[in-house]
């Protein structure tokens, strides 16, 4: 067990992502307004950050500026001093268009820093793109969360940082259990874990687990002292056989991890404050 399990976990509900629809869980919120409600759910619940996608009236993934600016906008004003979290992801448009909603300066975007599989595509992140979606956060302020799909992108996050392409050492999270990338393993995550420490002492790190990986990875990261991402993104099932009623639900399992492995859960200010990001607004 790590020697850090009594710092504060800091906890991300991951709302929406670009797959899940109503189809497969009547909980997964698709409009902005069921967005506000899930995400207040799971602030009060212990969520101290959002990662948030936005999704056309089809339900259909966007990147549109619009739409991410209107769940801005509610979340400051439901969730007060909530980090929040914008996806630059490839499902939810192409090219520059991913980043065209970081000139709304949320606290924080995703950022993924290499190409890798997904279940049934490459997920494509060119040099070139990866530059300018980088450079656009660090003008904007607004923090890189890396999402590492391989061991290569803690490397590439490491080149980065080196080459000054972020204002300060980079939060990354290893992303465990999408089909055709890295699996939920467990000499992996230690592994990654050992190799974010020497390559970026004294950086912060989270991990989230895919589908029945989800519950796997969050009782990992919080006996070793790191941060937990959970949500209905990653993950729409309680166990085999019952849905995920809320997003809340999912987050609840988290605290109750912080709780048998005697880590205070992070306020937002403390998250902010371990994430070096600045006072809420």
């Not at 970081?102 to 060119?126: C, H, I, Q, W």
């Not at 992303?175 to 020497?198: C, Q």
């Not at 519950?215 to 990992?220: K, P, Y």
Request: glycine letters at 8%; charged letters at 25%; proline letters at 6%.
């Amino acid at each position: 067990m790590s020697d850090s399990t009594n710092k504060p976990c800091i906890i991300c509900v991951a709302i929406t992502g670009s797959v899940p629809t109503k189809a497969d869980n009547p909980a997964v919120p698709t409009t902005i307004s069921e967005q506000l409600e899930s995400t207040q759910e799971a602030f009060e619940a212990g969520a101290s950050i959002v990662h948030a996608h936005v999704r056309n009236e089809d339900e259909t993934p966007t990147s549109d500026p619009e739409r991410f600016a209107r769940l801005k906008e509610g979340l400051l004003k439901h969730c007060p001093g909530m980090i929040i979290q914008f996806s630059t992801g490839g499902r939810s448009g192409s090219g520059r268009e991913r980043g065209g909603m970081l000139s709304l300066k949320p606290d924080m975007a995703s950022l993924s820093v290499g190409s890798n599989n997904f279940p049934t595509r490459v997920y494509e992140n060119s040099p070139e793109l990866i530059d300018w979606l980088a450079s656009e956060m660090l003008e904007h302020d607004v923090k890189p969360e890396v999402e590492a799909f391989d061991l290569s992108h803690i490397f590439g996050a490491v080149r980065m940082h080196k080459e000054g392409k972020f204002s300060a050492i980079p939060y990354v999270q290893f992303v465990m259990g999408v089909k055709n990338a890295m699996p939920v393993d467990r000499e992996v995550f230690d592994f990654y874990v050992k190799t974010l420490k020497r390559l970026l002492p004294g950086g912060e790190w989270c991990a989230a687990g895919i589908g029945a990986g989800q519950i796997v990875v969050n009782e990992w990261v919080v006996a070793e002292g790191g941060h937990a991402r959970a949500g209905l993104e990653d993950n729409i099932r309680l166990d085999k056989d019952t849905l995920a009623p809320s997003n809340a639900a999912l987050i609840k399992r988290v605290v109750d991890l912080c709780e048998k492995y005697e880590r205070p859960v992070a306020t937002v200010d403390q998250a902010r404050q371990m994430l070096n990001l600045r006072p809420a607004a």
